[in-house]
């Protein structure tokens, strides 16, 4: 028993010194830790990301949530990106189908989303010099004007990010086709594909 008086006397004196400390237990447990790293990597993503959509005229931006709070008033890990229409305010969850957003919204939110990972991974000094980007059929979702905005949103990004060539493997969608750069035909033979 004495044992017991003693280690809840040195308790109490490191909650006067230091404050409660089951409140920093809780705080520096391995789930905020980590909830904490990843609010802090993807915050850095939704900025530039939303810098992007800024910079070529669309009008949403994103926001990161590493948490969420539960009914017993605790936090728990989520990672949820959500496209914000700043027309209209409203917001759309990025990963869900029929979120909200049309496809082409979900689309351009993705490649600055994925953009901003890839500035990010430069910035912290990482990456592959002269990379290559390959994007596939998922853009012939954006039409009409989002089109060129686009193409100039994702050879801004990346660009920042030391990417030299872009791969996009566009659908049957001549104007994306024709406001590439460059067009590479793929003809399939009997013996596999050639270029052209």
């Not at 490191?14 to 705080?27: H, K």
């Not at 993705?110 to 390959?134: H, K, N, Q, Y």
Request: glycine share 10%; net charge negative.
């Amino acid at each position: 028993m004495d044992r017991l008086n003693a280690a809840r006397e040195k308790l109490a004196v490191a909650e006067r010194d230091e404050g409660d400390l089951t409140e920093a237990a809780r705080v520096v447990d391995r789930d905020a830790v980590q909830a904490y790293e990843a609010g802090a990597v993807g915050e850095a993503i939704a900025d530039d990301a939303s810098d992007l959509l800024a910079r070529h005229g669309f009008r949403w931006s994103i926001r990161f949530d590493a948490t969420r709070p539960t009914k017993s008033k605790r936090y728990v890990e989520q990672a949820r990106w959500t496209i914000v229409d700043g027309a209209t305010g409203e917001e759309y969850d990025a990963r869900a189908d029929g979120g909200g957003a049309s496809d082409g919204e979900d689309v351009i939110a993705a490649t600055a989303i994925s953009l901003g990972a890839a500035i990010g991974v430069v910035r912290r000094g990482f990456g592959v010099p002269d990379a290559t980007m390959a994007i596939d059929e998922r853009a012939g979702a954006i039409r009409g004007d989002l089109v060129e905005q686009w193409l100039a949103m994702l050879r801004d990004g990346a660009a920042r990010a030391g990417v030299r060539t872009i791969l996009l493997v566009p659908p049957n969608d001549q104007r994306l086709i024709d406001a590439c750069d460059g067009v590479i035909t793929v003809v399939p033979t009997e013996t596999g594909s050639v270029l052209r």
